[in-house]
């Protein structure tokens, strides 16, 4: 059991699963991209072997209730296995595993400023899962091969500054809340994607502009530096439209002009104020060509 806005890594993993012969149940999210938690209970059957859900939306920055699933799932039966894809949450956003009902959270370095390829997962028991890579001891005999130590090395210094990223929410919140207000002012038939209060974290915000091409605004930014992408940033590149905000009911205009802002505790008022005045500028342009 997975959703349908979940990030392509779970997806095109699922259709893989198809293919071998399991069953994989879908379940849709609201409007704002949120699932409800009801969906989970009604839908495990007695052969259900796992759940996954993500934790934090990488287009949209919406929360998933993962709290009240984990319970509905350890609540239901013995067995099933809870994964929760954590990328997007790593650093962003506090949580306890260990006194959680997740039995497994992915997470990745370079969404805490660490080296990119490097990632973790965290396994309540280990037990659950067959070896990844056969063929050596390595990684607790999960992945055989020698590791990464750089990249391991890199995870682990970057890990120490969480704590820090986690106290500068608010700042970042307060980023992101007036680079919208700034756009809403200057421009007009802009809608936000997702929720706009707690249910979203402070680092992620995605706005469609009717009748602008998402892609062309990309690219006629990235002439003053301003570096924003189409949905997913690692399919920034993609011309198709977003199945995370087509999961949300988003119609196609608003689909084709949807683009994602993601900020951080590196970026400044100043940054965006500037930002905020040159994507107002691009999209007027783009608007009256």
């Known amino acids: 059991i997975t959703t349908a806005a979940e990030h392509p890594s779970i997806l095109q993993s699922c259709m893989a699963l198809e293919d071998l012969g399991f069953e994989i149940t879908y379940l849709p999210v609201d ?9 989970i209970k009604e839908n495990i059957h007695e052969d259900t072997i796992m759940v996954s859900v993500m934790h934090v939306n990488n287009e949209t920055g919406a929360i998933q209730p993962i709290g009240e699933i984990a319970e509905i799932v350890k609540g239901n039966r013995e067995g099933i296995v809870f ?9 962003k956003i506090p949580i306890n595993l260990k006194q959680s009902n997740i039995d497994l959270f992915s997470m990745s370095a370079h969404k805490i400023f660490g080296p990119k390829g490097v990632g ?32 391991i090395a890199g995870f682990g210094a970057a890990a120490k ?47 469609s502009f009717a009748g602008v091409k998402a892609e062309v605004l990309v690219h006629y930014l990235e002439q003053w530096s301003i ?32 683009v994602r802002i993601s900020f951080s505790h590196f970026n400044t008022r100043a940054q965006v104020e500037f930002a905020a005045k040159k994507i107002i500028e691009a999209v007027k342009d783009l608007r009256s060509l």
């Not at 994964?83 to 650093?91: A, C, F, P, R, T």
């Not at 396994?123 to 063929?135: Q, V």
């Not at 949905?231 to 002009?257: D, Y």
């Open 31 to 39: 409007s704002l991209g949120i699932l409800d938690p009801w969906e």
């Open 161 to 207: 500054f969480v704590p820090q990223y986690l106290k500068e929410r608010e700042a970042i919140s307060s980023l992101k809340k007036h680079l919208v207000q700034e756009i809403m002012t200057g421009v007009g038939n802009v809608q936000i994607n997702g929720p706009q209060d707690e249910k979203a974290v402070p680092h992620i915000v995605n706005l």
């Open 227 to 258: 570096y924003i992408s189409t949905g997913s940033a690692c399919h920034s590149r993609r011309v198709q439209s977003s199945h995370v905000l087509e999961a949300m009911g988003l119609e196609q205009n608003m689909t084709e002009g949807a």
């Open 120 to 151: 973790a997962i965290y396994i309540r028991d280990k037990n659950m899962i067959e070896a990844f890579l056969r063929g050596g001891d390595q990684e607790g005999g999960l992945r055989a091969g020698t590791e990464n130590v750089p990249g």
């Open 83 to 91: 994964h929760v894809d954590g990328i997007q949450s790593l650093g």
